[in-house]
């Protein structure tokens, strides 16, 4: 049985950092496709980043030389590295999981409880 926790999130001002973590499990973890997601409340979920099974990476327009994705096959984890975060950046993030890579479109079939971000600024 696929689990994802997620874990990192809290409280920022304004140009401050964050890091987030997925820990996976059931599942043999270096042969899906991951994913950080997030939804602000009245939006609709969208894709941040993503990382392919061979180390490939993919990032939203909106996050892109902010945010950095990284995993940890021997951990079993997944990490979104967060720095320069604006209020916009505000919402609950998820790490999915897929067999199938699917970057960062939103049909990922496992998913974690999520994990708050706020910015204000």
């Known amino acids: 049985q696929v689990q994802l926790v997620e874990s990192g999130g809290g409280s920022v001002q304004a140009g401050g950092s964050l890091r987030l973590s997925c820990a996976a499990s059931?599942?043999?973890?270096?042969?899906?496709?991951m994913g950080w997601f997030r939804q602000a409340p009245g939006k609709e979920r969208e894709g941040v980043a993503a990382i392919d099974s061979d180390g490939s990476t993919s990032y939203a327009d909106s996050v892109k030389g902010r945010f950095t994705i990284s995993q940890d096959n021997a951990k079993n984890t997944l990490y979104l590295q967060m720095n320069s975060l604006k209020p916009e950046d505000t919402a609950m993030y998820y790490c999915?999981?897929?067999?199938?890579?699917?970057?960062?479109?939103?049909?990922?079939?496992?998913w974690g409880q999520g994990t708050q971000v706020t910015v204000s600024s």
């Open positions: 999915a999981a897929e067999g199938v890579c699917l970057g960062l479109y939103v049909a990922y079939n496992y």
């Open positions: 059931g599942y043999t973890y270096s042969s899906y496709c």
